[in-house]
């Protein structure tokens, strides 16, 4: 078993790909055997998951040499404390997956069935790959996986919309792709390696040139782009509003995460702490930008009236939450930025579990009634109370009310920006917070308290298929909030790890 | 004003970038860190540890295979984009027997391309096969083989090809890029190595280089038939959209 779990991290992206390229040719003949194929695919790469996290924390990270070459020559995958996200994210495409059975279908014609769940695999083996790899250009080409993956799923339904949005989401994503191409180039050009540890290394030995500054420059450019900070933002409320909903849960939930998993890789494992390459003028940036993301997303958030809208702009507001977390650093003393990259690390997890819920009962409010405002449904809440239920557990979740997930992440993150000192931003984060309160007892009110219009009367509860994941999902808020040690247990160690503190570190 | 500061956004990624590139390293010199730090090994061993002849392709499959498998599943990403999109093509939505163009195209045209595809396909097949030894390999010989069924489209008719090369097996052939990949590196994990191993310690001695050349052909003749197949998929599903 520890000999065999040793694969695991290569296994389960090649898993999620190999089960993506042959989505096509099993189901050939029948279009719908594909939900199944790509269901037991994806419970295939959550159990290899399950292996590579069991023997991380058994035996420790572990790191793989593709075709036995040793890491500066070949390339190698790297499995550690900050790819325990792979497990989130291949047990949200599962619930996504059995979630998608019963709504794509209402959404795409059968045929494209096949092309559906084959992008959607595509797109977990891309998340998954780009965070377990230890090398910069394998880091670029599952980079490249996810994207395509994502702007084509966008456009899935065929509408000349979505068809837009998805274009607009193409132009600005392939800018950024190449920003962090760009980057990797200048970084190969200084150090010779494409290898993170390595360059890391040989970053440390040389003095830093305006080459390294830039390529800094180009991969915080790219990478935020894909997290949707706030002036590069302005492609994610159309592209997760009008996708399926199931792939918004997908998009919001995890895809920007990766964004910001590129941006913790690039500066806390290549440009690392203590090295030659000071960036907490870099970090201070991103901060403020963070700031003003929250207050941004949460502004809009605020006036839009549609319920998928209010969820995109909401997801905009929480990725300025986990960059505030993840920014709070200093050279000199790294301990102090512990509670804010825990708070952020932990917003990572809570929030793709929290929007996916959120995504994931709009689609199926959307499914059953055919309205997306939130002025149409009015009452809603009564006709489908679990549904709704779940929706209102996971809005406050994210307005951070204690017993829930989004407590602990917020608190963590406003602790770290006090004991930084930064006063402002602690403030910036509690205003936010009340906008996110007021626009989710909004959608509350509106769904309960409100007397139902003729159309919403006669509605029933979503079919089963996907009241499972939307309630696995909710419960998962809860669990996350109540039992928040298994969590902080999980993100302790990657967070010490980070700033370059002993994984057993302690505040 | 938004234009403007788009222009200016635009101005300041061109400083950037163009002062990164005067400061950077100079192109040819030998204290450049790109030509000092892992490539002396490749140019130095490749031949032997790469199991290939060109150096190139020593690299891309051996060194970087995983990377390699990553572009390949690129290219099967773009093709279920575009299907996903446009769609198969269809010929229930044909009123016509789908012709390309409406230009009546004379014999010779149609005699020459018929005559020349063989010969495009041999040397699209020599390509793929004298990789490991010469310059080429699978992603140059599948475009040749791409461009080969886009030209006998061009001039038969979509009708024509796509009865010869139906879709039944047109689906298996754009998968087989990354499936080449997937069975050799599952050779080398059920042999108790890394993934994408190709020298293996379960074969017998004198028998490793033959088996390690067969395997680097049948990744090359999967990247270059996915890759042709790939190709022609995504132009028999553009033909489509001009017609309705």
């Known amino acids: ?507 | 004003m938004k234009k403007g500061l788009a222009i200016f956004a635009l101005l300041l990624l061109w400083v950037l970038l163009i002062s990164t590139v005067v400061v950077l390293p100079p192109m040819g010199s030998p204290e450049n860190p790109t030509y000092t730090h892992i490539v002396p090994r490749y140019l130095e061993k490749g031949v032997e540890e790469g199991g290939a002849h060109n150096i190139i392709t020593g690299i891309i499959l051996n060194y970087r295979g995983y990377d390699t498998m990553g572009e390949v599943t690129v290219i099967f990403t773009a093709l279920m984009a575009v299907l996903a999109v446009l769609g198969r093509e269809n010929f229930l939505l044909h009123t016509s027997k789908a012709e390309m163009s409406t230009v009546e195209k004379s014999i010779i045209v149609k005699s020459v391309a018929r005559f020349l595809t063989p010969f495009i396909v041999l040397f699209a097949l020599y390509i793929i096969f004298h990789g490991a030894e010469s310059p080429g390999g699978g992603f140059q010989g599948g475009a040749i083989l791409g461009a080969s069924i886009i030209i006998i489209t061009l001039t038969l008719g979509l009708a024509f090809v796509t009865k010869k090369l139906s879709l039944k097996y047109r689906v298996l052939f754009e998968s087989a890029g990354p499936l080449g990949f997937f069975i050799i590196g599952m050779v080398g994990i059920l042999c108790g190595q890394n993934f994408l191993t190709y020298l293996l310690p379960c074969v017998a001695l004198a028998y490793q280089d033959l088996v390690r050349h067969l395997l680097l052909i049948i990744v090359e003749i999967g990247i270059g038939v996915g890759g042709g197949a790939i190709i022609a998929s995504i132009f028999f599903a553009m033909e489509k959209v001009e017609k309705e």
């Open chain 1, 1 to 507: 078993m520890v000999e065999f779990s040793r694969h695991c991290p290569v296994l389960m992206t090649v898993t999620f790909l190999i089960g993506a390229v042959l989505t096509p040719i099993v189901s050939r003949s029948r279009k719908k055997f594909s939900f199944w194929w790509a269901f037991f695919v994806s419970l295939l790469g959550l159990f290899f998951c399950f292996c590579a996290v069991w023997r991380l924390y058994t035996v420790g990270p572990i790191s793989y040499w593709l075709g036995g070459w040793e890491p500066p020559y070949g390339i190698e995958v790297y499995f550690d404390y900050i790819s325990t996200i792979t497990l989130l994210m291949t047990a949200l495409g599962v619930l996504i997956i059995v979630y998608s059975n019963k709504y794509i279908r209402h959404d795409i014609s059968e045929e494209k069935l096949p092309t559906y769940y084959s992008l959607v695999l595509l797109l977990l083996g891309g998340m998954v790959g780009f965070s377990v790899t230890g090398d910069m250009f394998n880091l670029y080409v599952f980079l490249e996986i996810l994207s395509l993956s994502g702007y084509a799923l966008v456009a899935i339904t065929g509408e000349k919309l979505t068809a837009m949005a998805s274009f607009k989401y193409l132009v600005i994503g392939a800018v950024s792709s190449l920003c962090v191409l760009f980057g990797i180039a200048f970084l190969y050009n200084v150090t010779g390696s494409l290898n993170m540890a390595d360059i890391a290394f040989r970053l440390q030995q040389t003095q830093p040139t305006t080459t390294t500054y830039v390529a800094l420059a180009l991969f915080i450019i790219g990478f935020s782009v894909k997290a949707a900070m706030f002036p590069l933002h302005i492609w994610l409320p159309d592209a997760h509003a009008l996708a399926p909903s199931s792939v918004s849960a997908l998009l919001s939930g995890l895809v920007i995460k990766v964004g910001i998993v590129g941006i913790l890789r690039v500066l806390y494992c290549v440009y690392k702490l203590g090295g030659s390459v000071d960036f907490t003028v870099v970090t201070n940036f991103m901060g403020w930008l963070a700031a003003i993301t929250i207050l941004v997303g949460a502004f809009f958030a605020f006036f839009q009236d549609d319920i998928k809208m209010i969820f995109a702009y909401s997801s905009i507001s929480n990725i300025g939450y986990i960059i505030m977390g993840i920014s709070l650093v200093s050279f000199s003393q790294p301990e102090r930025g512990y509670l804010g990259m825990v708070g952020g690390l932990i917003h990572i997890f809570n929030h793709a579990i929290i929007k996916s819920t959120l995504f994931l009962c709009a689609g199926a409010i959307i499914y059953k009634t055919g309205f997306r405002k939130l002025s149409d449904l009015r009452g809603v809440g009564k006709k489908m109370p679990i549904t709704c239920g779940a929706l209102t557990i996971a809005a406050l979740s994210i307005a951070g009310i204690p017993p829930t997930a989004g407590f602990i992440c917020k608190w963590y993150i406003v602790l770290g920006a006090i004991e930084f000192g930064r006063l402002i931003w602690a403030g910036v984060l509690l205003v936010g917070a009340l906008f996110v309160f007021g626009y989710y007892i909004k959608i509350v009110n509106a769904i309960f308290f409100r007397e139902p219009v003729e159309p919403i009367t006669q509605v029933d509860e979503a079919p089963l298929s996907m009241l499972i994941p939307i309630v696995i999902l909710a419960t998962g808020c809860l669990i996350m909030g109540v039992f928040a040690y298994i969590p902080l247990n999980v993100i302790k160690p990657a967070a010490a790890t980070m700033l370059g503190l002993p994984p057993t570190y302690l505040p």
